[in-house]
């Protein structure tokens, strides 16, 4: 005899109706050239306002190119045939508001100051055997990052800027750029349900929008940290357990605000297919991110105390230039009072969000970036030091799984049932 459904499932199957009804819609409304077209001169607004507004020369120069490029993508997407119109406007995109201006800014050596600490801190590595330098006594004597990050200014301190050449290969801003590129497509590739629409054409037009040219073009160290979260849930999402805590050991020996990457991954992976791949993840990432920074722990506490914890957070002597009018950098303003309520602040909304993560594990990729954007907003928003570049990161989580997985829902859990069924339907 047939087995009753159980009660859950009537009430599942509507709201994944009304799921794919709200899908439909916005796929056909992101079809309208209307609406590529008033993305395209919001983008060109946008960049047109920094030679206005920024008292940074490299992100003016950037605005000066990237907003031309992004007026023409326009008029390719009314005037080009819709076949080749999304294509023709992402590759002007591309190369008017990144490859252009990076290859100006690389070729002369101009890039912002992260870029620069990241490419000294290899150099003391090698060096010194530490990343970081001793008694800082200015903004760009501070390393705000940790001992990981120093990979991506190897290439510099290996091959020098002796040449054009060396110059260009050796910025960690491209460093930055493919490690981004690199993990956003295998993360596609794994969670993509088929493989008929390649990466190229949305990993091509998020790259070229405002929200990571800029950063690509100038050199944000966020780069690599957003794709290493977002591979990370993939691969936690299809039980990659080892290659997942190495992933995420990565992810948290770049930078602290990686952390909460650690728990909503592992939670995942047990929600899905049980506490031993949980665990195992979970050790790895612990064993490999210890391995990498307890010798810094242990032989530089104070430079990490100082440099990685103290100074992102406003506390040290040196304030740090990150002073976007954030309402935890509103708050600190206000005095010592205010910097504490804004750091309280910060800590409970930290908790919050980690009580949903316990009370209700994620199910699904979707659902664990979800929870690490929230909570990464939540941090973003009430640290009291902050930019508004750093909201890049929780925007591309709650962007990047849902274009992958062609749905907007969180909520259809792929478990080990799911996937042996699968298997076995492969072999048949």
Known sequence: MPQPRPK??????????????????????????????????????????FPLVSNLANQKLWGQVAAPAYLLAGIAV???????????????????????????????????????VVERSAQLLLHTGTPYLPDPSKVTDF???????????????????????????????????????????????LLRPSRELSPLLPLGILTG?????????????????????CLAMALAARDR??????????????????????????LLLWRLYGRRPAARAALTALLVGSAVILPYALTRAQDLKEQVIRFPLGLAAVRTP???????????????TGHTVSIVLMVLG?????????????????????????GLTVAFMLAPAGRFGYLALPVVLAIWPRLAARTWSGRTARGPRTV????????R
Not at 216 to 221: I, N
Not at 356 to 363: D, F, K
Not at 421 to 427: K, P
């Open 209 to 229: 929008s405002p929200l990571i040219a800029l950063t690509l073009a100038v050199g944000g160290v966020d780069l690599p940290l957003i794709g290493v979260c």
């Open 78 to 116: 009314i005037s080009l045939p819709r076949r080749y119109a999304g294509r023709v406007a992402a590759c002007i995109a591309l190369l008017g508001a990144v490859l252009l201006p990076l290859g100006v800014l690389a070729a002369q050596g101009r890039h912002q100051s992260e870029v620069m």
């Open 420 to 427: 042996e069924s699968e298997r076995v339907g492969a072999t």
């Open 241 to 266: 357990t080892i290659a997942a805590g190495l992933v995420l050991a990565l992810a948290c020996t770049l930078k602290w605000t990686a952390w909460p990457a650690l728990p909503v991954a592992v």
């Open 322 to 336: 990150a002073g976007s009018p954030l309402p935890g950098k509103v708050l600190a303003d206000l005095g010592p």
């Open 8 to 49: 859950q499932s009537q009430s599942s199957t509507l709201d994944d109706s009304r799921w794919a009804r709200l899908t439909a819609r916005a796929a056909a409304l992101g079809g309208r050239r209307v609406i590529h077209l008033l993305g395209c001169l919001i983008a060109a607004g946008w960049a047109a306002a």
């Open 350 to 374: 930290g908790v919050a969000v980690a009580g949903w993560l316990v009370l209700r594990p994620p199910a699904t990729a979707v659902a664990a970036a979800d929870l690490l954007a929230a």
């Open 143 to 189: 390393n705000p990052y940790l001992p990981a990050m120093t990979l991506f200014g190897l290439p510099r301190a290996v091959l020098g800027s002796g040449n054009p050449v060396t110059l260009v290969l050796g910025d960690a801003r491209i460093w930055f750029a493919l490690t981004f590129l690199g993990c956003l497509t295998i993360s596609w590739r």
